[in-house]
C-alpha cells in the first residue's frame, strides 16, 4: 500500500470518528444536558416588587423521555410568581399525558400558553437540508399525525392558565395586574392578531410561538414589555465561528435564541445574552438606535423532533427572567 493511500486512510478514519463522536455527543446534549437561563430584566415600574417568569418552551415530549419529564416538574422549585409556555410541547398522541404529568407541579402557578405546529400535528421525517433554502418545516414524507390540542388547552384552562390563541388575556401574578396578548403559531399563518380592547396592565406581554417579525412588530405596535417566543431550538446545531446555522423562521442567525430586544439594542446596549460561544454577531445587530424597542425572550427550548434527536453546542433550556423595576 503507498504511503499517500496509508495516509488517506487513515486521514478517512480519524474523520469518521470525529463525526461519530459528534453525533454521540449531539445525542447525550439533547436528551442530557438540560439548562436553566437566568436573565434580570428591568422593566417594570420604579417600586414595583420583583416578578419571577418561567418560560418554557418546545418539550416536543414523549412518554419515554423521563429525564425530561423529571427536569421540567423540578422547575417548580424555583417558586415563579408567572408561567408563560410557547407551545410545540408533545411529539405524538400519547405524549400529551407527558406534558401534563411534566407540568402539573406548574399548573398551579398562574400562567399563559399558545401552541406550536407540533402541538396540532405529530412530527414526520423531514429533508433537513430544505430548511437552509427558506424559513420552512421542511418537506413532508408523510402526513403527520393529528395531535390532540384542544384537548390538551381544555387541561391548561381548568387549571388557571390563560389561552392566548389569537386571544388577550388578564392575570394577576404577585399582586401584579398583568394583560397579555398572544397568536397562534405565525409558521404555519396560523396567527390573527386580535384586536385592541384598550386594557394594559402595569406589565403587558407578548407571546407567541415562532418569532417572525411581522408578529414582534404588532406586540411592539400593542405596546407590549416584553414578548415571549420558542420555536427555533436555538439552531439546534451551532458551529464554533459561524453560530446558528438556521432558525427556522425570517429571524437571522444571531437572534436564534437568548434574552435580546425588538427591533434594536437592549436598554442595557447588549444585543443579546447569552452570546454562544464563538457565534458572531453582525457589526450593525450593536449599534444603537433611537427606535423604541421591547425585551424580547427566544428560548432555545427543551425538546427536539423525535426524527433529529441531536442538538450540537446549543443545549436544552427553560429561562427564569427576573423582572424588576426600571
Known amino acids: ?66 429525564s425530561r419529564v423529571d427536569f421540567v416538574r423540578g422547575l417548580a422549585d424555583l417558586a415563579p410568581d408567572l408561567v408563560i409556555s410557547t407551545g410545540d410541547n408533545m411529539a405524538s398522541r400519547e405524549g400529551m399525558a407527558a406534558a401534563l404529568e411534566a407540568l402539573d407541579p406548574l399548573l398551579g402557578v398562574p400562567g399563559a400558553f399558545v401552541f406550536g405546529s407540533n402541538d396540532y400535528f405529530g412530527p414526520t421525517p423531514r429533508n433537513p437540508f430544505t430548511y437552509f433554502f427558506s424559513p420552512t418545516s421542511g418537506h413532508r414524507r408523510a402526513e403527520p399525525e393529528h395531535l390532540p390540542a384542544d384537548e390538551l388547552a381544555r387541561a391548561f384552562t381548568a387549571r388557571g392558565w390563560v389561552d392566548l390563541t389569537n386571544a388577550r388575556g388578564h392575570l394577576t401574578a404577585a399582586g401584579l395586574d398583568v394583560t397579555l396578548v398572544g397568536v397562534d403559531d405565525p409558521h404555519r399563518d396560523y396567527d390573527e392578531f386580535p384586536a385592541d380592547d384598550g386594557v394594559r396592565g402595569r406589565l403587558h406581554l407578548g407571546v407567541t410561538h415562532a418569532p417572525y417579525a411581522r408578529i414582534l412588530d404588532e406586540f411592539l405596535l400593542d405596546g407590549c414589555h416584553v414578548a415571549f417566543a420558542g420555536h427555533t431550538h436555538g439552531g439546534q446545531v451551532c458551529v464554533p465561528g459561524y453560530g446558528a446555522l438556521v432558525t427556522n423562521c425570517d429571524m437571522p442567525r444571531w437572534r436564534a435564541s437568548g434574552l435580546q430586544a425588538w427591533p434594536g439594542l437592549r436598554p442595557d446596549g447588549v444585543a443579546v445574552a447569552p452570546e454562544r460561544r464563538f457565534a458572531p454577531i453582525p457589526h450593525e445587530a450593536r449599534v444603537a438606535t433611537p427606535a423604541p424597542t421591547m425585551w424580547l425572550n427566544i428560548s432555545a427550548g427543551l425538546g427536539t423532533s423525535p426524527y433529529a434527536r441531536v442538538r450540537f453546542a446549543c443545549p436544552p433550556e427553560a429561562s427564569l427572567l427576573v423582572l424588576t423595576s426600571r
Open 1 to 66: 500500500m503507498s504511503a499517500f493511500r496509508s495516509a488517506a486512510l487513515r486521514g478517512t478514519g480519524l474523520l469518521a470518528a470525529a463525526g461519530a463522536g459528534a453525533l454521540g455527543w449531539g445525542l447525550h446534549e439533547a436528551a442530557q444536558q438540560y439548562r436553566l437561563r437566568r436573565h434580570v430584566v428591568p422593566v417594570l415600574p420604579p417600586g414595583t416588587p420583583d416578578l419571577r417568569v418561567l418560560h418554557v418552551s418546545d418539550l416536543h415530549l414523549l412518554p419515554r423521555q423521563r
